[in-house]
């Protein structure tokens, strides 16, 4: 990440990667097919998390929260593990690159399609369960986003609560008033006005 | 499209599509960059009214009802223009090559990133613009699934705001019961049982 940071993913090379590391170019193929997938190292191992986490999601929990939480979990994991600085470095890295822009679009896609399957596994219908899939990936999406872009230290499981909320305010009878702040709560908003 | 169906997309070359619809490849490349554009015909101009729509809504439009009522007037185009048949045999051809996948995932976000930014400037604030319109790319697709799939003849925009229904019953309390058919509003659902 350091070696893409610094000159551009297209300009580093498998071996100046793996000198940096201390391993050899072999060891590295070991682990990753080719550099892109250093990026995208761990996405195995979040897919098969957000499936038994649906899986064992309370029956009463409705296919949009199950799919959340099953998000939530993740994001737990990607925050604990790698932590906002490797994801704000990653998130220059993909940014500059159309190519690992696509990756990256199809990795959530994949995602959208792994909680749809998931759902349907556990009884929900189409296109209930795609369509809760695909808004769950969506309020990922958006609380990702902040918590790499926001200056302050944001807890990524909370800002996936927090944009879930958001959508919810959204499908209800919420209305745009002239000075909104858009983050706040439709219940909030109420009380103030 | 009738070539791409027949022998696949990777197999047909610009010349026989040229000869084909009787043409010159001269005349195919002042149409389209690529043979992989033909797929994408028309995508500015889908854009461009997904703007428009989003400026012209009114102001009393929740940024949901607002991107969504976008995506139903495209929507209405696409079906209007070349009809059922065409996305029928076209969704055939891109599902059977990865890399017309991802460009058909690029366009969705594209879509998603244009209607955020029309959100955006008649005043929606993020993270509420991007939870929108994210969303309502989500409610389209799921409705396009839907048109494209079934075998009966169903109704695009009528497709886009069920889907859109469905997307504001999950977002409410929303239980699933033993036996629950996906497809039913929540409110139809409590009046049966």
Do not use: C
Request: no cysteine; glycine share 8%.
């Amino acid at each position: 990440m350091e070696l893409y940071s610094e000159r551009g993913f297209d300009q580093t090379t498998v071996a100046e990667i793996a000198a940096r590391a201390g391993l050899t170019e072999r060891t590295f193929f070991r682990h990753y097919a080719d550099k892109r997938e250093v990026l995208f190292a761990g996405s195995e191992m979040l897919t098969e998390r957000l499936v038994s986490s649906v899986a064992g999601a309370a029956d009463s929990s409705t296919p949009l929260d199950t799919v959340v939480a099953a998000l939530e979990e993740i994001g737990a994991l990607i925050q604990e593990s790698r932590g906002r600085d490797f994801a704000r470095a990653r998130r220059s890295v993909v940014a500059a690159n159309p190519g690992l822009q696509e990756r990256e679009l199809i990795k959530l896609a994949s995602w959208a399609n792994t909680l749809a399957g998931a759902l349907r596994e556990r009884g929900d219908k189409d296109p209930t369960a795609t369509l809760a899939a695909e808004t769950g990936v969506a309020v990922f999406r958006v609380a990702f986003d902040r918590w790499v872009g926001d200056g302050n230290d944001l807890d990524l499981p909370a800002l996936i609560r927090e944009s879930l909320g958001t959508l919810k305010g959204l499908t209800g009878d919420y209305r745009r008033p002239a000075t909104e702040r858009a983050q706040t709560p439709p219940v909030e908003r109420t009380l103030r006005s």
